[in-house]
């Protein structure tokens, strides 16, 4: 469960979020708000949270107990409010695809984002076949848009550019 602070209010929209369950001294990466901060030329930014982290996650209504617990076994994210309302998902193993991560995979979204993004979103791929939007990978780009096609086209934020103008 995350935390109440000020930043979960104001995530803009492209905003690649990754959540490490392990610090920087740990092998993994501690959090990092604002880590990349593209979205005025490509359209997103980029945050790490380390879920540890109590100003960013809540501590005591969690249940990450010992880890982030994610495997292949039908992992699912939600986002919510503090209403329990749901902003955001299901998304995840279950949904798109209905099977077929393995551990050594990850799953990843390969469609260009936008505002009308779904779980339901299909994509062409290589063979010029349309395949669900979300799949299994075997390479991340960790903080970085997706790729398809052997690696050789990046997701498009362009749906998130926003002009940074001077103060007036």
């Known amino acids: 469960m995350l935390s109440n602070d000020a930043y979960w209010q104001n995530v803009p929209a492209g905003t690649i979020l990754t959540f490490t369950d392990q610090t920087t001294a740990q092998g993994g990466l501690d959090t990092w708000i604002n880590k990349r901060c593209l979205r005025s030329t490509a359209g997103y930014d980029w945050s790490n949270i380390f879920v540890f982290d109590p100003y960013y996650v809540d501590q005591v209504n969690s249940l990450i107990g010992g880890g982030l617990g ?99």
């Open 70 to 168: 994610i495997s292949s076994s039908n992992a699912q994210v939600r986002i919510r409010k503090a209403d329990g309302t749901v902003v955001a998902g299901p998304i995840g193993e279950g949904i798109r695809p209905v099977s077929g991560v393995s551990n050594n995979q990850i799953l990843e979204y390969v469609g260009d984002p936008s505002p009308g993004s779904s779980p339901l979103d299909t994509t062409v791929n290589s063979a010029n076949v349309t395949v669900p939007a979300y799949g299994n990978g075997n390479g991340s780009t960790f903080g970085e848009p997706n790729k398809r096609l052997g690696g050789t086209v990046a997701q498009d934020f362009s749906a998130y550019v926003t002009a940074n103008s001077a103060p007036s």
